[in-house]
């Protein structure tokens, strides 16, 4: 039995949602969604359910995961209440519930927190530089451990076991009954949404900005196993140094573009921009362009005299890794991959 709470959309507010109950169900955002179908009313079906507080319904829902916000049910919303938004906010309140550790809602609701957070993080790295004694080679040195240990520590201890939780919610708890096999076939739909968001070329006048997010994960991915795998940093080899250079580079000037986008807010997509949605792409921005600076300082033997460019970068990265990773919007890109998955699954599901 549903159990209604009109509070939810008091509580929803606090993960960015405008005016949910400004709806009078007049259909225009589903009329226009190229997401909705005779079984589907995309999105209003979780306008009502956030209306009327269903809360185990949505988090039992893949349907926010599935839509890339493309913005026109807002721009064509006679109420102003911005549905595109709502779905947005949606994911957000749903990343707090899979999250075992509850980070994620407390710095979702609370800037002050994610501050604290920040600066916390940044106070460790300045303290351990100077306990090193800003030996340069020290301190890279450890920095080039922590990603690794970052990386294996993030993933097992807190994504993972949120990635079981979604499944559990999501798969397990609709009741059907999935055969072994379809969790196979469905491993490459997995995969290429993963690497290829292709759903989002669904979305009218959207291939542009498809493109920058697909060279953005490439980027991003590549500078991540160029930094740890191939040891950017303090490798010889010309062509992972210039590799490096490339992926880097990348990395900033599209975040640069996206920037540019919410600060002039041009498209319905950056008109509501929140706290979380600017540390992602500002913090991703400097990871970009931190990386490629530390690199040329030491090309230009400009780094043993100038340890403090290197600082930046590994606050930049501890921020990155242990805020933003595990408990910001980058796990967007992670749910939103295993939700076309699990999509996937229970389209198999007898």
């Not at 589903?30 to 909705?36: D, E, F, G, M």
């Not at 009313?41 to 009502?48: A, D, Q």
């Not at 600066?119 to 040195?141: D, N, P, Q, R, S």
């Not at 490339?246 to 000037?253: K, M, R, T, W």
Request: overall charge negative.
């Amino acid at each position: 039995m549903a159990r209604i709470n009109p509070e939810f959309t008091d509580e929803l507010k606090k993960y960015g949602a405008f005016d949910a109950n400004a709806c009078y169900n007049c259909g225009n955002c589903t009329a226009v969604c190229t997401l909705s179908d005779e079984e589907n009313s995309f999105p209003r079906k979780m306008v009502r359910y956030s209306v009327l507080g269903l809360e185990s319904e949505i988090q039992t829902s893949l349907d926010p995961w599935l839509c890339y916000y493309c913005g026109e049910c807002s721009s064509t919303c006679p109420r102003e209440a911005n549905p595109g938004e709502l779905m947005m906010s949606l994911r957000r309140w749903l990343t707090a519930k899979y999250d075992w550790t509850g980070l994620s809602g407390l710095l979702y609701k609370s800037l002050a927190a994610s501050i604290a957070a920040f600066v916390f993080l940044a106070a460790v790295v300045v303290w351990f530089g100077a306990y090193e004694h800003f030996h340069i080679e020290t301190i890279m040195h450890y920095g080039h451990l922590f990603e690794v240990f970052a990386i294996s520590f993030v993933f097992t201890f807190i994504l993972l076991p949120n990635i079981i939780h979604m499944w559990w919610l999501t798969v397990v708890k609709s009741g059907k009954h999935v055969p072994l096999a379809a969790y196979f076939k469905a491993l490459g739909e997995l995969v290429v949404h993963m690497f290829t968001q292709k759903r989002a070329l669904g979305c009218d006048d959207n291939q542009f900005r498809w493109l920058e997010h697909f060279i953005l994960v490439l980027s991003y991915l590549s500078l991540l196993f160029t930094t740890v795998f191939l040891d950017w940093f303090s490798t010889n080899s010309m062509f992972i140094i210039v590799l490096g250079y490339v992926e880097s580079a990348l990395i900033f000037i599209v975040t640069f573009d996206f920037v540019r986008h919410r600060i002039i807010k041009d498209k319905e997509i950056s008109k509501h921009s929140q706290p979380s949605d600017w540390l992602f792409v500002v913090w991703l921005f400097m990871m970009g362009l931190t990386a490629f600076m530390v690199r040329l300082f030491i090309d230009l033997n400009w780094l043993d005299d100038n340890v403090w460019m290197y600082i930046i970068q590994l606050i930049v990265l501890v921020q990155w890794a242990l805020i933003i990773v595990p408990f910001g919007k980058w796990t967007h890109f992670l749910y939103r991959s295993f939700a076309m998955y699990y999509h996937k699954i229970n389209e198999a599901a007898v």
